[in-house]
């Protein structure tokens, strides 16, 4: 028995993901729980494993497309006892209603509307129950967050049911209204399938809104649309869309279509004086267009929102490291032996969290309406890493509770993972502040933007070998470092972070100090 394999929810209301690398080909045997692809959602890397044992017979996308939640990821055929399982728990294909009214019936499914979006609001049916609609007929009008939104009609038929009223919150991936599919189309349509959801998501079957959406240079149409386009010999991708998003509609398509013979005819009788300047153009270099999706993507859209609800202010400073790289340097060698890389971070994040202790409004967190101030008794303290996917911002949990060396222990295994884009959804989650190593790449000053719903953050410079006056009034070599500081003035004032610096400097200036103080 074939039976497609849906992926499932990844949490944290993910619509899609991409596909990173298929760990199985077409025709391969597979256990049930063994993994089957990696795929990059915004977060993290996931591993999807299978839920069956079978035989993969058919993979529905290739290596860097876009996956939709929900929709079938790939075809297999089920060995037998997963085929019993599978008919338990689905309709039989001999089940099908007897009346041909019954096999019509579909809920047609909100598609995703793009942006990571899951929900949006119905502001207004442009049908009612018991209506007549066609293929591609805008059906209501929906509110994202971002933009008013015309959802057409995948068929023709009748409208049955509408599943939700005028101000209502809709759910991307789930009925938004049932209808009969008129003609040949309720044959095809009707087929069991393993739910609603995967119905109106196969890639066979949906529209090819989405996946137009996702690759440059298509043209965003329905399938009648691309019909239309065919039967009058026009290049759908050359149709200025009139919709939102450029969507070509059908009025688009005649329009070309009518304008196209004349430009097509006059094309010809200038065909030699444009001879010359083709030559030309077809050397010349074209621009090109990269979608910015997955961690990318997410990173634009928290900045975005960080810059524009958080009033950033930046103080600096310079931190005189000559004595801690000293100390790292005598230490380095014996827990290299141990198996603990001994960097000058775990001493960063460690005078940080003691530094908290007496300054806890920089590891707070501020409400929506800036009315409450959450005071986090945890230390998670994020390091900013420049992966393969972009920029994570892991976190190590509890650093108030652990040592310099559990806290390089943990780093390391952290920021390798980070690296690789393996980082789990919970390490980069419930960060209380950050710091940013811009310094291991180059650069002395930055104004780095706050990890919202956090309070500061702070990017290190690189260390520099610069003169500097000692208590003698003599010149001397030291190491120094500058450091940026970027705090919500809307719960910090430029008193406090500085205070907060200067204890954090110290602990740094003079390790042995921050020894003893350290419990």
């Known amino acids: 028995m074939k039976k497609d394999f849906i992926l499932p929810d990844i949490g944290e209301g993910i619509v899609e993901c991409e596909i990173v690398e298929w760990l199985v080909a077409e025709g391969d045997t597979i256990q049930e729980d063994q993994p089957v692809c990696d795929v990059m959602t915004d977060k993290a890397l996931v591993q999807i494993p299978a839920v069956h044992d079978g035989v993969v017979s058919k993979l529905y996308y290739q290596k860097g497309d876009i996956a939709k939640v929900h929709g079938p990821l790939f075809e297999m055929e089920l060995a037998s006892d997963g085929a019993a399982d599978a008919k338990a728990t689905e309709p039989a294909a001999g089940a099908a209603p007897a009346s041909s009214q019954a096999e019509a019936e579909e809920d047609f499914i909100l598609p995703d509307i793009g942006e990571g979006i899951v929900e949006c609001e119905i502001v207004e049916w442009l049908v009612a129950e018991g209506d007549n609609i066609e ?46 599919i008129a003609g040949s189309v309720a044959a095809t349509s009707a087929k069991p399938a393993a739910s609603a959801t995967a119905k109106a998501s196969c890639p066979v079957q949906s529209s090819e809104t989405q996946q137009a959406e996702l690759r440059p240079g298509k043209a965003v149409a329905s399938p009648a649309v691309r019909r239309l386009a065919r039967e009058l010999d026009v290049d759908i991708s050359k149709v200025p869309g009139s919709g939102d998003k450029g969507r070509v509609f059908k009025e688009d398509v005649r329009a070309f279509a009518d304008g196209k013979t004349t430009a097509s005819s006059s094309s010809k009788a200038a065909a030699p004086a444009k001879a010359s300047s083709t030559v ?6 074209e621009d090109r267009v990269e979608p910015i999706k997955g961690v990318k993507a997410a990173m634009a859209r928290q900045m975005m929102e960080s810059v524009s609800s958080i009033p950033h202010f930046t103080y600096c400073d310079e ?44 590891n707070s967190q501020v409400n929506a309406d800036c009315s409450e101030l959450i005071y986090k008794a945890a230390h998670n303290i994020g390091v900013a890493v420049d992966s393969k996917v972009g920029l994570l911002v892991p976190n190590i949990k509890h650093c108030e509770q652990k040592s310099i060396v559990d806290i390089a222990k943990e780093l390391t295994e952290l920021t390798d993972q980070a690296r690789a884009g393996r980082v789990s959804p919970d390490q980069l989650k419930g960060g209380t502040i950050s710091i940013s190593n811009i310094g291991a790449i180059g650069g ?39 450091i940026s500081w970027s705090g919500d003035h809307r719960v910090i004032d430029g008193g406090t972070i500085a205070r907060f610096c200067n204890l954090w400097k110290q602990y740094l200036e003079q390790p042995a100090a921050m020894l003893v103080a350290m419990k």
């Open 135 to 180: 293929e591609d007929q805008p059906v209501c009008d929906v509110m994202t967050d971002k933009a008013l939104v015309q959802i057409p009609a995948k068929y023709s038929g009748t409208v049955t049911k509408l599943y939700y009223q005028k101000g209502d919150i809709a759910k991307v991936h789930q009925p938004l209204f049932g209808m009969r």
């Open 280 to 285: 030309v153009a077809t050397a010349a270099a």
């Open 444 to 482: 002395t000053v930055a104004t780095p933007i706050i990890n919202k719903p956090e309070v500061a953050i702070v990017a290190l410079g690189k260390v520099q070998t610069l003169p500097r006056f000692n208590a003698k009034g003599e010149v001397e070599a030291r190491q120094l470092m500058q």
């Open 319 to 362: 931190i005189d490291l000559t004595e801690l790289s000293a100390l790292r340097n005598q230490l380095k060698d014996q827990y290299r032996e141990q198996g603990v890389k001994l960097t000058m971070m775990p001493f960063f994040m460690k005078a940080l969290s003691m530094a908290i202790q007496q300054f806890p409004i920089l």
